[in-house]
C-alpha cells in the first residue's frame, strides 16, 4: 500500500521525486541518463512509445507520436541515485499513469542491462503538492541546483558555495536537467517541457540565470 496522502488534482502542481533502494546508484552511465530522460517524452502520452522497438531510441524517439500528454513538467533533474520533477496533472490519474510507465519501463531497462533483479527504487514515487506561489518559484532554484551537490560535496546546500565560478560552470555543462533549455540551447530534449502551463517567473533566459545566481549568491551569505 502506498504511503504516499497527497491527492492528485487536475490543474494542480507537484514535486514528484524518488531515488534508489538502499540509497543505490540508479544512473551508472551517460547511456542510463539518456533512456531516462528520453522515456520522460515517451512515456508521457496516451499512446506508449517503445523504445525498444526503436534501433536508435535516443534519435528516433522523439519523432513518435505519443497522443495526448498526462501532464505538464516544468522542470526535471537527474542525479545519481535521485531524480526530481516539477509537474502539473493535466488530466485525471494523469501523475499516477505517467509515473508507474516511466519507473517501470526504466527499472526494466536497468535491471536488463545491468544484469540484476528486484526493486530500483524506494517504494513509491514520493510527491508533494505545490500549493503556494513562493513554494512554486523556489523550486525552480533548488530542482536546478541540485547537481552543484556533485561539483560542491562538502555540504552544500547546508554550506556556503566555496565556488560560485566552478558551481556555474558545472552546471552549464550539466546535461541531465532542464537547466540548458531554460538557458536556450537548442536539444532534443526541449519537447519535453511545456513550461507555458506554469507561471511566466522569467521574461527571458537573462532572468533565469540572474534568478540562479541569486540563489547560488545567497547561500554565500553568513
Not at 526504466?106 to 514520493?126: D, I, M, P, Q, V
Not at 503556494?132 to 525552480?140: A, C, G, Q, T
Request: glycine residues 6%; charged residues 20%; contains cysteine.
Amino acid at each position: 500500500m502506498s504511503e504516499r496522502k497527497v491527492i492528485f488534482e487536475v490543474g494542480e502542481f507537484y514535486h514528484l521525486y524518488n531515488r534508489g533502494n538502499d540509497k543505490r546508484k540508479i544512473f551508472l552511465s551517460d547511456n542510463d541518463y539518456q533512456r531516462f530522460i528520453c522515456l520522460l517524452y515517451a512515456t508521457n502520452g496516451s499512446e506508449m512509445i517503445h523504445l525498444s522497438n526503436l534501433r536508435q531510441w535516443s534519435k528516433q524517439a522523439w519523432e513518435q507520436r505519443r497522443g495526448k500528454t498526462l501532464i505538464d513538467i516544468g522542470a526535471y533533474c537527474l542525479m545519481p541515485n535521485h531524480f526530481h520533477l516539477l509537474v502539473k496533472e493535466k488530466q485525471a490519474g494523469g501523475i499516477t499513469t505517467f509515473t508507474r510507465k516511466l519507473l517501470t519501463s526504466y527499472s526494466s531497462y536497468f535491471n536488463l542491462k545491468h544484469g540484476r533483479t528486484g526493486k530500483l527504487f524506494e517504494g513509491s514515487f514520493k510527491a508533494t503538492h505545490v500549493n503556494n506561489d513562493p513554494y512554486l518559484n523556489y523550486l525552480y532554484a533548488y530542482i536546478h541546483l541540485n547537481p552543484v551537490k556533485i561539483s560542491n560535496p562538502d555540504g552544500w546546500p547546508e554550506k556556503v558555495i566555496q565556488n560560485i565560478a566552478l558551481a556555474k560552470a558545472f552546471l552549464n555543462n550539466y546535461h541531465y536537467s532542464s537547466y540548458q533549455d531554460y538557458l536556450g540551447y537548442q536539444r532534443q530534449e526541449n519537447v519535453i517541457l511545456n513550461s507555458k502551463s506554469f507561471p511566466a517567473y522569467f521574461d527571458s533566459q537573462i532572468d533565469f540565470k540572474n534568478f540562479l545566481d541569486d540563489w547560488m549568491k545567497y547561500n554565500q551569505m553568513e
